[in-house]
């Protein structure tokens, strides 16, 4: 799962390339098309290349081409644009953009549950079914250990978090305690 912000210029060429998408029944196949487009750029080698400025427009139309051969019209007609407009580096990330919309449309919301040790797929689920209870909409969690919270669990979905671990629940206890009055001296002589 990929949990990166996505840029405002990412967002709008994604956003387009998906109206376009839907409105021909294709979002299915721009995905697998996408996906397969980010698998490559993840080869450094394919990415400095496409990236770097050492690198002719014609060398990179060239592999482009070779890349992207038997993909969706709309897909092809996508990286030519972002070659043409010098908008490669949409590329890589094109994919997790695509596929970040189309959870938002399904009504899916993806997020992290941190513990310090792994969970078990049955108590995923658990918190899963839990989250979505609360939040409305169904929840795919990935998960990460994170030794320092001790005991519980700290869940991250967006820019909100669920703090119900042990090492959350002594920092507001600490800064509860910072932050309380104590009663003066004077006031006892």
Known sequence: MSHTAVDPVTGR????LWNLAAGK????VVMDDLGRLAHEFRNPAVCAFMLGGAVSMEDRRAKLQFLVDGFNSLTQR??????????L???????SAFRARRMQ????????????RPLG??????????LHSRLG??????????????????VTIGDKMIDASIAGRFDGLRR???????????ATD
Do not use: M, Y
Request: glycine share 10%; aromatic share 6%.
């Open 13 to 16: 060429w994604v956003g387009a």
């Open 105 to 116: 449309e399904d009504g899916v919301l993806e997020g992290v549950v941190e513990a310090p």
């Open 121 to 130: 797929e049955h108590d995923v689920h658990a918190l899963e079914n839990s």
């Open 89 to 95: 580096e949409i590329l890589p990330i094109a994919f």
């Open 176 to 186: 509860r305690l910072l932050e309380a009055r104590l009663p003066s001296s004077a």
């Open 78 to 87: 996508f990286v030519w644009l972002c070659l043409d407009r010098g908008r």
């Open 25 to 28: 029944g294709a979002t299915d």
């Open 137 to 154: 909409k169904t929840v795919r969690l990935a998960q990460a250990t994170t030794p320092d919270l001790v005991g519980g669990v700290r």
